[in-house]
């Protein structure tokens, strides 16, 4: 992957020729139906992470601009799926906790009013 990145980058001060260094990136991606299935099982476990894709995703949905994502002082990214389940713990529960489908942007005083509320199934 860095030698073919690395060769578009050379041939697109050459030539500038955008679409075709697109496509030649695209030969690097997975089919979308591979990348989706992939996606919903990431696991993400840094929180700067997880908050700035969720964030990018917030922004592509919100095609209007109608709304900005606060900084992170004010949004916390939460576990949906809590960390620690004040119930039991779902037996898949190490593989869920840090999937980007369990997660999401959630005001800090929001966030700090819910704590660890239970989780409904």
């Not at 050459?14 to 990431?42: G, H, S, Y």
């Not at 900084?71 to 840090?98: G, L």
């Amino acid at each position: 992957m860095e030698t073919t990145v690395y060769e578009v980058a050379a041939q697109l001060r050459v030539d500038n020729n955008f679409e075709a260094a697109v496509e030649k990136l695209a030969t690097l991606a997975p089919p979308i139906n591979e990348f989706t299935d992939m996606f919903t099982r990431a696991s993400i476990s840094r929180v700067a992470t997880t908050r700035y894709l969720l964030r990018e995703i917030e922004h592509a949905k919100r095609v209007t601009g109608e709304v900005a994502v606060e900084a992170p002082d004010k949004v916390h990214a939460e576990h949906i799926y809590p960390q620690t389940p004040s119930s039991t713990k779902w037996s898949n529960h190490t593989q869920m906790i840090n999937r980007i489908v369990n997660l999401t942007l959630l005001s800090k005083r929001l966030n700090i009013g819910i704590k660890n509320a239970d989780f409904a199934t």
